[in-house]
T-cell receptor
Framework: GQQLNQSPQSMFIQEGEDVSMNCTSS?????WLWYKQEPGEGPVLLIA?????ELTSNGRLTAQFGITRKDSFLNISASIPSDVGIYFC??????????FGGGTRLMVKP | NAGVTQTPKFQVLKTGQSMTLQCAQD?????MSWYRQDPGMGLRLIHY???????DQGEVPNGYNVSRSTTEDFPLRLLSAAPSQTSVYFC????????????FGPGTRLTVL
């Protein structure tokens, strides 16, 4: 099946720093999504991208749909303690299924 | 709206036991799905449904059954639990036309001894 490689697997940063994470695939995706999961809860959708090259922001979060349609990036500016969690990318290619990356665990030091 | 609800929150089973994980949504969403989450592996799709009476297999369907008799409910059945099914299970739903934007429930943590 389709595989999504998400990196880094974990990050430990200082409050106020910017964060970058990415997802790459060997297959083309038509949609990229970014989710955040906090402990004991289900993932929550942050940003959805539907067009190659698209750049979309949601507050301090910015995500981009790669031109090749095989990658996507998520940036968080000026991190705060409540940004802590696991961030997942997900892609949709053919069919009715989403493929999820393995997640990036973000830890923020106040 | 309660959104997507799942019961139970936690469950411990012995190998060979059967049980049903419940999932319900009150948003009139056509699309519903079940995922399992294991450490370092993200979420993997077990089964999904694009509407009442329609179900299909996902990436890891073996050992699980589903049915969709109503728009609101999408139960997941384990017929004979195995230790390899120890995981956190998430149900999700989405508006049919843009099912990529899935809303997730809070999860069920299942341990099979």
């Amino acid at each position: 099946g389709q595989q999504l490689n998400q990196s880094p697997q974990s990050m430990f940063i200082q409050e106020g720093e910017d964060v970058s994470m990415n997802c790459t695939s060997s297959s083309i995706f038509n949609t990229w999504l970014w989710y955040k999961q906090e402990p004991g809860e289900g993932p929550v959708l942050l940003i959805a991208l539907y067009k190659a090259g698209e750049l979309t922001s949601n507050g301090r979060l910015t995500a981009q749909f790669g031109i090749t349609r095989k990658d996507s990036f998520l940036n968080i500016s000026a991190s705060i303690p409540s940004d802590v969690g696991i961030y997942f990318c997900a892609g949709h290619g053919a069919g009715n299924m989403l493929t999820f990356g393995g997640g990036t665990r973000l830890m923020v030091k106040p | 709206n309660a959104g997507v609800t799942q019961t139970p929150k936690f469950q411990v089973l012995k190998t060979g036991q059967s049980m049903t994980l419940q999932c319900a949504q009150d948003m009139n969403h056509e699309y519903m799905s079940w995922y399992r989450q294991d450490p370092g592996m993200g979420l993997r799709l077990i089964h999904y449904s694009v509407g009442a009476g329609i179900t299909d297999q996902g990436e890891v369907p073996n050992g699980y059954n589903v049915s969709r008799s109503t728009t609101e409910d999408f139960p997941l059945r384990l017929l004979s639990a195995a230790p390899s099914q120890t995981s956190v299970y998430f149900c999700a739903s989405a508006i049919g036309a843009i099912y990529n934007e899935q809303f997730f429930g809070p999860g069920t943590r299942l341990t099979v001894l």
